[in-house]
């Protein structure tokens, strides 16, 4: 799954939760927290080839929008995995993952 993630540029749920979930018949919220895992160690090996040949150095012409993208990814963390996982099912996790993946395929396709 990791090799598979890391050469279509997805490191999240779009690929990884289905596939743990089906191929494991773990329940979603582990398989998100497995995706994670799997997802880290994707980033970790991107990062340190991208740090190689200098491709970061672009993220200086883009301060303000690459901040915004991390305060939205650290707020959006904590909301979903401290506070929204205690409160909505499981069965509204999958049926929120499937309207992801259905909108992603729609875009995908008409791509």
Do not use: N
């Amino acid at each position: 799954m990791g090799v598979v993630a890391a050469l279509l540029g997805v490191a999240g749920g779009e690929l990884l939760i289905p596939t743990i979930t089906l191929l494991y018949h773990l329940d979603v919220k582990l398989a998100g927290s497995m995706s994670l895992l799997v997802s880290l160690t994707t980033m970790l090996f991107a990062f340190a080839r991208y740090s190689r040949d200098r491709s970061f150095l672009v993220l200086r012409e883009k301060v303000r929008f690459m901040l915004f993208m991390v305060f939205d990814s650290l707020l959006g963390s904590f909301l979903g995995g401290s506070l929204l996982l205690k409160v909505i099912p499981q069965e509204g996790i999958l049926m929120l993952l499937v309207l992801i993946l259905l909108i992603s395929s729609y875009k995908l396709l008409k791509h």
